[in-house]
């Protein structure tokens, strides 16, 4: 869930952040060299599936230990943010650990426009492969705990206010990731992201989905985290209507400074 990381970014000679100074190899060893696209297309598949398998599999997990709305809520968003966090430090060095095509959609967007990021074919691999994670993620969180491996939800999430809160949620992690890329602290994100999407579960009214495969998965499980299908399409445009809004933020906040005149 975080932009590719650092070494990616400098495969064209540019990055969003002032040049570092990179460790050199020792004498005679091999160089370092980028994952191959299979492994990047690999990593966004298993880290999607594992991130919507921890938030269904919790959720179900939940409501059989209590009928608590609120502690049902409160276990649901903690295994969240430990589960994305450990995710995003095994699978960022792979391949960003985007696990979200909002989020590649937007580096695609800074990477066309002459920043760093994935490149078309990357973008056009990881987003199936993210889909594809999340809906397997859902069936095997509902084969963990003998629910229907496949039952559409019923759980309608189609009322505007929720739309609003996809929106929110969605500005709030693009401007994050991005402004951590724009100010060298990607280092940070498996905190910073699983935070905020932690917070991001209670501050928002629609929990905080702010992930079109997320979204896409969550439709194949009828239980606590499930959304109806025909909320989805709504879901995901206004995520990404989100992400556009956080790219805005993220240019407004982050613009570059101007050298003061001697």
Excluded: C
Excluded at 132 to 160: C, N, Q, Y
């Amino acid at each position: 869930m975080t932009t590719t990381e650092a070494t990616e970014h400098d495969r064209a000679g540019q990055s969003p952040i002032a040049p570092v100074a990179e460790p050199q190899p020792a004498p005679g060893a091999t160089p370092p060299q980028a994952p191959p696209l299979l492994a990047k297309a690999a990593a966004e598949l298993v880290g999607t599936a594992a991130l919507v398998a921890v938030v269904v599999g919790s959720g179900i997990q939940a409501t059989e230990l209590t009928k608590d709305v609120g502690l049902q809520l409160l276990a649901n968003s903690t295994a969240t943010v430990f589960g994305l966090g450990v995710l995003i430090a095994l699978l960022g060095p792979v391949s960003g650990a985007h696990f979200n095509p909002a989020v590649t959609l937007a580096e695609w967007w800074t990477a066309r426009r002459g920043g760093a990021g994935v490149t078309l074919r990357e973008a056009a691999v990881y987003v199936p492969a993210q889909v594809a994670g999340a809906i397997a993620g859902s069936v095997l969180a509902d084969a963990m705990f003998g629910e229907p491996l496949v039952k559409w939800s019923t759980h309608d999430r189609s009322a505007g206010h929720l739309l609003l809160g996809e929106v929110v949620a969605t500005a709030g992690l693009i401007l994050l990731i991005f402004g951590l890329a724009r100010t060298d602290r990607l280092r940070f994100a498996p905190v910073a992201v699983a935070s905020y999407i932690g917070a991001a579960y209670w501050f928002t009214s629609s929990t905080s989905f702010a992930n079109p495969a997320v979204t896409i998965g969550r439709a194949f499980t009828d239980t606590f985290a499930g959304i109806a299908p025909g909320s989805v399409a709504g879901f995901i445009a206004m995520q990404l209507v989100g992400a556009v809004v956080g790219l805005a933020l993220v240019a407004l906040i982050f613009m570059p400074g101007r050298e003061a005149a001697e």
